[in-house]
Nanobody, 129 residues
Framework: QVQLVESGGGTVQPGQSLRLTCEVS??????VAWFRQAPGKQREGVAC???????????YYSDSMEGRFTISWDKGKGSTYLQMINVKPEDSAVYYC?????????????????????WGQGTQVTVAS
């Protein structure tokens, strides 16, 4: 059974840190990506990581995300993590992890979320004082 299950969301204050988890199972994949969607806005790419043996752990970030977001992959746990530091109110959104059975280039996926077919249900992150 294909599953992508996000967890770790919640309400945090500006400047704090938060780590999101996505447990991936039930299919072979070569990459996993994180996206976010705020109310009234289009879904946007955050980060992506290669999970295949050849490029294991190579990371990619959308231009505006690099620096405060770090993506990682734990092969043993089949989980990807999105570490967020110094969060800002504009980081408030539903965060999704996504992947595909077909190999995909992370750089393309981050700018074209419709290219990925497998999605989790999302986890809400709210940044407020």
């Amino acid at each position: 059974q294909v599953q992508l299950v996000e967890s770790g969301g919640g309400t945090v204050q500006p400047g704090q840190s938060l780590r999101l988890t996505c447990e991936v199972s039930g299919f072979n994949h070569k990459g996993v990506a994180w996206f976010r969607q705020a109310p009234g806005k289009q879904r946007e790419g955050v980060a992506c990581i290669d999970t295949d043996e050849q490029n294991l752990g190579k990371t990619y970030y959308s231009d505006s995300m690099e620096g405060r977001f770090t993506i990682s992959w734990d092969k043993g746990k089949g989980s990807t993590y999105l570490q967020m530091i110094n969060v800002k109110p504009e980081d408030s959104a539903v965060y999704y992890c996504a992947s595909d059975r077909v190999p995909f280039p992370c750089q393309v996926a981050l700018t074209s979320f419709r290219s990925l077919d497998l999605w989790g249900q999302g986890t809400q992150v709210t940044v407020a004082s």
